[in-house]
């Protein structure tokens, strides 16, 4: 699936602010070698090949919050009093799980991205008892897969609304956020809330701000809103619905170990037997290995270097190469066979 211009957060951010995050601003941090110890002293946690791979919970937060958050200019919002009661009633029904099947059925199915949308609004329900408005809305969609179906949804509702809602592509953050603020072409965007706040946060602070996003979604919104009132922004409720950096093993391997969070694998992986599979720069990113080691006390008998949750990664855990590898939380390849 074709990914945000952060494939792999911590870099996409460190661009930013100097600093590495997986969907997260974040703080820098030591990193290991290729691999973080010698060879593996048992063999409990060796990869399991299988067809279906699953996200083990983040439990800790090691992850900042990217939530899935609509953004709205100020002046919009002011004078138009109906938009973000719809924004927000998407909000209240978005899953991650709907992501997943979202971005699958376009990247997987062919199907288009404005039919994926349609379907669901018609099937979530999102749109009874809306408040009615009116007017031109312009909503903002990034050049990838989520964000188009994101911006359809948006632009869907807003015009079960009584808005006239249209959907614009636009290139990468640096190019549309500017466009946002002014509200000239764009009004509304579909959001990720640790990875906006720290945008914002480098543009009202200058370069190299003290983070202020983490994985606490409302320690996190309230941060954003205090920096969006700088620029002229708001943003309504954040999802449940988030894509951010994610760590994914076969289905057979949890069940195998009877484990469904990253504590759970730290507790039943004390022999040093987990295999690490992801993009090169993952043993120096505090969000990857680093963060893994650190947050959850995992010791690892070898890194793989793979890629930024793209196929390579997907392939070695299914193939049985990797016990764990870096994904993303939204990826259609996660849908259940």
């Known amino acids: 699936?074709?990914?945000?211009?952060?494939?792999?957060?911590?870099?996409?951010?460190?661009?930013?602010?100097?600093?590495?995050?997986?969907?997260d601003s974040g703080s820098s941090g030591t990193g290991g070698d290729e691999t973080s110890g010698s060879a593996a002293s048992g063999d409990a946690c060796a990869p399991v090949a299988g067809d279906q791979l699953v996200v083990l919970e983040d439990d800790m937060e090691l992850q900042n919050a990217d939530n899935i958050i609509p953004a709205v200019t100020s002046v919009t919002a002011t004078s138009n009093p109906a938009l973000l009661p719809a924004l927000d009633a998407i909000s209240a029904a978005l899953t991650t799980e709907d992501l997943v099947e979202l971005n699958a059925s376009v990247d997987l199915q062919r199907e288009s991205a404005e039919d994926v949308a349609a379907a669901w609004v018609e099937d979530s329900g999102?749109?009874?008892?809306?408040?009615?408005?009116?007017?031109?809305?312009?909503?903002?969609?990034?050049?990838?897969?989520?964000?188009?179906?994101?911006?359809?949804?948006?632009?869907?509702?807003?015009?079960s609304a009584g808005f006239d809602a249209s959907v614009r592509t636009v290139g990468n953050r640096d190019l549309y956020l500017p466009a946002l603020i002014s509200g000239s072409d764009l009004q509304v965007f579909p959001e990720y809330l640790a990875t906006v706040t720290e945008a914002l946060n480098a543009q009202v602070n200058g370069a190299n701000p003290d983070p202020v996003a983490s994985g606490d979604v409302t320690a996190t919104r309230d941060a954003l809103q205090t920096l969006a009132e700088q620029v002229g922004l708001t943003f309504g409720e954040p999802s449940e619905a988030a894509d951010q950096n994610a760590f994914a093993v076969?289905?057979?391997?949890?069940?195998?170990?009877?484990?469904?969070?990253?504590?759970?694998?730290?507790?039943a992986c004390g022999d040093g037997s987990l295999v690490l599979g992801g993009p090169e720069e993952c043993p120096t990113r505090p969000f990857c290995q680093p963060g893994l080691e650190d947050t959850y006390g995992m010791q690892f008998a070898e890194f793989v270097p793979l890629d930024a949750g793209g196929?390579?990664?997907?392939?070695?855990i299914e193939q049985g190469e990797v016990s764990l590898g870096l994904v993303f939380s939204s990826d259609g390849a996660l849908a259940q066979s």
């Open 126 to 159: 999102v749109t009874d008892g809306l408040e009615q408005g009116s007017g031109s809305i312009v909503v903002g969609a990034a050049d990838f897969t989520e964000s188009t179906i994101l911006g359809n949804i948006y632009a869907d509702v807003l015009k």
């Open 311 to 316: 196929p390579l990664t997907k392939g070695a």
């Open 250 to 267: 076969t289905q057979e391997f949890a069940d195998g170990l009877g484990v469904s969070t990253l504590s759970e694998l730290a507790d």
């Open 1 to 23: 699936m074709t990914r945000r211009s952060r494939a792999f957060l911590p870099l996409a951010i460190a661009a930013v602010l100097a600093t590495a995050a997986c969907g």
